[in-house]
């Protein structure tokens, strides 16, 4: 996250993060040091790995973001997950890729931009009432929209970048969002996230919290599934967000291979997992 400036609401997830994975990778005789992704190159010399985590303000900078973990890789830094990995997972549409690969995802509407007759086209597109309009490269939920056809945006409205427009899912509220967590492509927790009183939104910038989960083996075999079919076999981590669609099946929300939060207050043995996995690249 940016060393300068206001804390984003959130921030404290960075520290429970951190303090999580510091123990740990101690034990495992690694050194665990903070850094600002936009700090100078030279302040990274001498590290032997990246981890990502928490670089909340990647979306609004994704070229300049990339460049510097292309510059890392080339100073022979090992960088987790790699450039070519992030710049895949940034931009949204990987869905309609993994969507052609057997993967459910929510039906989407991929826009160059959106206004007013865009979202009512979509509403009719789905037979929905009630829709949400997403940035494709976006995170945390920030400066998303969600339109009913009682509360439609002004004439004059327009998203004003590459947007997604999705049927909102009544289970988001009413049963939550179920995220699977995966070091070196194995299991290691799940975690159920639940959106505040009058939200939609489950990140804990709108209220939203989270609890402990434990899948069926069919929703796991699911998003195991979602991992099988991402088109890299070298990631540390990846964070599979999914809901449940009307059919009753799990629809991928995202596949977050980039800079997640990892819910470690959910997920006890993250910080030996995720040494012993760093270990092991090193």
Not at 79 to 93: D, F, S
Not at 155 to 183: A, H, K, N
Not at 246 to 263: D, F, K, N, R, T
Request: glycine share 10%.
């Amino acid at each position: 996250m940016p060393g300068d400036g206001p804390r984003r609401g959130d921030a404290f997830e960075h520290d429970i993060q951190v303090g999580a994975l510091r123990p740990a990778f101690e034990a495992a005789g690694l050194e665990l040091v903070e850094i600002d992704w936009r700090a100078p190159l030279d302040d990274f010399e001498g590290l032997s790995l990246v981890l990502l985590g928490t670089a909340w303000d990647y979306q609004d900078h994704p070229r300049e973001f990339v460049t510097r973990l292309e510059e890392l890789g080339e100073r022979g830094i090992i960088v987790c997950n790699p450039p070519p990995v992030v710049r895949w997972n940034a931009e949204k549409r990987y869905l309609r890729e993994l969507e052609r690969r057997g993967v459910a995802i929510v039906p989407t509407v991929w826009l160059d931009d959106a206004g007013h007759g865009d979202v009512a086209a979509a509403m009719n597109q789905f037979g929905t009432d009630r829709v949400v309009v997403k940035r494709q490269v976006g995170a945390g939920g920030l400066r998303q929209h969600s339109f009913s056809r009682d509360a439609m945006p002004d004439q004059d409205w327009r998203m004003g970048r590459p947007c997604m427009v999705q049927p909102f899912l009544p289970s988001v509220v009413e049963e939550g969002e179920y995220t699977f967590l995966f070091i070196d492509g194995e299991f290691s927790h799940g975690v159920l996230k639940r959106a505040a009183q009058g939200e939609y939104r489950i990140q804990s910038l709108y209220g939203g919290y989270e609890t402990d989960f434990t899948p069926s083996a069919e929703d796991l075999a699911g998003a195991k599934a979602v991992v099988a079919a991402l088109p890299f076999d070298d990631l540390l981590y990846c964070r599979i967000d999914m809901a449940r669609l009307h059919s009753g099946e799990l629809a991928v929300m995202e596949a977050e291979a980039i800079e997640p939060y990892l819910y470690p207050e959910q997920g006890p043995g993250l910080g030996e997992r995720l040494a012993k996995a760093i270990v092991a690249r090193l």
